[in-house]
């Protein structure tokens, strides 16, 4: 079946502009998570949704960074006014979740993103 | 402060020799902890997930431990194949309200045919 799509694979913007990156989870998984990892790092927790709400946005790096999630299906990561330091790759997954078992999360390809 | 260390150099092995990839962490409480394998320019791939009261797991050549009381887990690659030359990950999952998943720096693995 089909996996965790992204999109764009890659995005060149300059300084100062908006971009809006997409997620398509597994269909039926309920969780869904956003990850930033930068060159030669470990994966930074961004949000993490349930459903369409997002129990927890303490990874947002700044109000910069916002996050949607509707039809408890597909997922936008906003950055306003990029800066250099967005720089990275942008990765999500979901996983199925009942109760509190736990799954394991399935990638996407992940977004490489570049501001120039 | 709390914080998840991997194997801070990269690891170079022979192939048909064992891996032994190290996650130590400090001030987490994990329910469970999962392991990781990331190609360059993949998402990470699920491996192995262990429970805080499974000392280890086992699947095909692949081995983990779990000590809480090191608060460390040990990943291991048997008869090792150039083909499992890759980034690592391990990571700790809190039962919070739903499950936060902390990820590891990575261990780079490296098999010399």
Known sequence: GAGVSQSPSNKVTEKGKDVELRCDPISGHTALYWYRQSLGQGLEFLIYFQGNS???KSG????????????????????????????????????????????????????????? | SQKIEQ?????????????TLTCNYTNYSPAYLQW?????????VFLLLIRENEKEKRKERLKVTFDTTLKQSLFHITASQPADSATYLCALVLQTSYDKVIFGPGTSLSVIP
């Open chain 1, 54 to 56: 997002a129990p927890d």
């Open chain 2, 7 to 19: 194997n801070s150099e990269a690891l170079n092995i022979q192939e048909g020799k064992t891996a």
């Open chain 1, 60 to 116: 947002l790096p700044s109000d910069r960074f916002s996050a949607e999630r509707t039809g408890g299906s597909v997922s936008t990561l906003t950055i306003q006014r990029t800066q250099q330091e967005d720089s990275a790759v942008y990765l999500c997954a979901s996983s199925l979740v009942f109760g509190r078992a736990t799954y394991e999360q399935y990638f996407g390809p992940g977004t490489r993103l570049t501001v120039t």
């Open chain 2, 36 to 44: 990781y394998r990331q190609d360059p320019g993949r998402g990470p």
